[in-house]
T-cell receptor, first 113, second 114 residues
C-alpha cells in the first residue's frame, strides 16, 4: 500500500519565484494536512482539508501561501512569491477520518535563495 | 491557546539506559494523544496513541506511554534504549471535535551512544 506521496523531494529556487508542492494522500483517507517544519518554530499546521474542503487555514502564514484540493487524491501548496524565510521542510499528511492517526509523507525540503 | 510542551530539548543516553520523555498539554477537554518519531532525514511515524481506556498504552519498538489526566501529561518511556532509537520524538494532541488538527510539541532530540 503506497503511503502519502509528496513531490518534489527537494526544491531550490530563487526568491520571488512561484513554488508548487504536491501531495497525493493515501487512498480512502478523507483528511489531508499540510505542515511546515523549521528549526526555529518546529512543526506547524498550515491548513487541513476534510473531504476536499478546507476546514482550518489559520496556520497559513500570509496571502503568499495558498492550498487547494481539487479532488480526493491530490492537493497542492503554492507559495507566490517565495521568500528566503519560507525555507523549510513541508510535510503532507492524511488520515482516514479524525481523530485517526495521520500518516506523513517524506516531505519537500524547500530552499529559497 | 492550546499548547503542548515537551520538557527536554535534547537527551543523550547510553545504550541500555532507560528513557522517559515528558509531555504536558494545556487543554481541559477531551483529547487524543500521540507520540511520533522522526528518524534522521525521514518522515514522522506513529509510535503510539491514546484515545480512551487503559491509560498505559504500548506502541511499536518497545515504547509505552502513560496518560495521567490529572497532570495533563503523556510521558513516553522505554526500559532500555538502543542506538537505533536515535531520533526526534514529538508529542501531539488532537482536541475533541476539532477535525483531527494535531498540535505538536517542539520535539525532543534523543541521541543514544553505542
Amino acid at each position: 500500500d503506497a503511503g502519502v506521496i509528496q513531490s518534489p523531494r527537494h526544491e531550490v529556487t530563487e526568491m520571488g519565484q512561484e513554488v508548487t508542492l504536491r501531495c497525493k494522500p493515501i487512498s480512502g483517507h478523507n483528511s489531508l494536512f499540510w505542515y511546515r517544519q523549521t528549526m526555529m518554530r518546529g512543526l506547524e499546521l498550515l491548513i487541513y482539508f476534510n473531504n476536499n474542503v478546507p476546514i482550518d487555514d489559520s496556520g497559513m502564514p500570509e496571502d503568499r501561501f495558498s492550498a487547494k484540493m481539487p479532488n480526493a487524491s491530490f492537493s497542492t501548496l503554492k507559495i507566490q512569491p517565495s521568500e528566503p524565510r519560507d525555507s523549510a521542510v513541508y510535510f503532507c499528511a492524511s488520515s482516514p477520518k479524525p481523530p485517526q492517526p495521520q500518516h506523513f509523507g517524506d516531505g519537500t525540503r524547500l530552499s529559497i535563495l | 491557546a492550546q499548547s503542548v510542551s515537551q520538557h527536554n530539548h535534547h537527551v543523550i543516553l547510553s545504550e541500555a539506559a532507560s528513557l522517559e520523555l515528558g509531555c504536558n498539554y494545556s487543554y481541559g477537554g477531551t483529547v487524543n494523544l500521540f507520540w511520533y518519531v522522526q528518524y534522521p532525514g525521514q518522515h514522522l511515524q506513529l509510535l503510539l496513541k491514546y484515545f480512551s481506556g487503559d491509560p498505559l498504552v504500548k506502541g511499536i519498538k518497545g515504547f509505552e506511554a502513560e496518560f495521567i489526566k490529572s497532570k495533563f501529561s503523556f510521558n513516553l518511556r522505554k526500559p532500555s534504549v538502543q542506538w537505533s532509537d536515535t531520533a526526534e520524538y514529538f508529542c501531539a494532541v488532537t482536541l475533541y471535535n476539532q477535525g483531527g488538527k494535531l498540535i505538536f510539541g517542539q520535539g525532543t532530540e534523543l541521541s543514544v551512544k553505542p
